[in-house]
């Protein structure tokens, strides 16, 4: 797999079916390999390690509806208040990050609310918060640590 802009981190696989699997430790099973999930446990592993968020807050890849769509987002980030404090959005390093991949996490965020939004391919990490009042938002360097 390609080596992606994050720390090293230890992953656990399984080859089945001529398939290789990683294991989510957030879903707690083993997930087909692909580029996208590559960046997507990465980005969980970093959120985790790097950043302190307990697992406990973090969902993963699970349905929402907008405009009588169904989409699937990749991660988010709970408050312990239950409302939501961050959603990334992963694509595969071989995706280049644009204008439409910032639309879709928006579009996301018109039904989620986070204050926070982490765009990734895995080479580029792009964070913003919402400002809700002025209906925009702002690059961030990071994204905070994990505070109680």
């Known amino acids: 797999m390609q080596k992606l802009n994050f720390p090293k981190y230890q992953f656990r696989f399984k080859n089945s079916e001529n398939k ?15 580029p996208e999930e590559w960046v997507r446990q990465h980005t969980v592993h970093y959120l985790i390690e790097e950043k302190k968020y307990p697992e406990s807050l973090i969902n993963v890849e699970k349905l929402i509806h907008y405009n009588d769509l169904n989409k699937r987002y990749d991660i988010i980030i709970f408050n312990p208040d239950g409302s939501i404090f961050l959603i990334v959005e992963c694509k595969s390093h071989k995706i280049k990050i644009t204008q439409n991949v910032f639309d879709q996490i928006a579009r996301y965020n018109l039904v989620l609310d986070a204050e926070y ?3 990734t391919n895995g080479l580029d990490h792009y964070y913003c918060q919402m400002n809700f009042i002025d209906k925009q938002y702002t690059f961030l360097k990071n994204i905070p640590d994990y505070t109680k």
Do not use: G, H, P, Q
Not at 20 to 34: A, E, G, Q
């Open 20 to 34: 290789v699997s990683i294991f989510d430790r957030i879903r707690k099973k083993f997930i087909i390999l692909t």
């Open 117 to 119: 939004l982490m765009i």
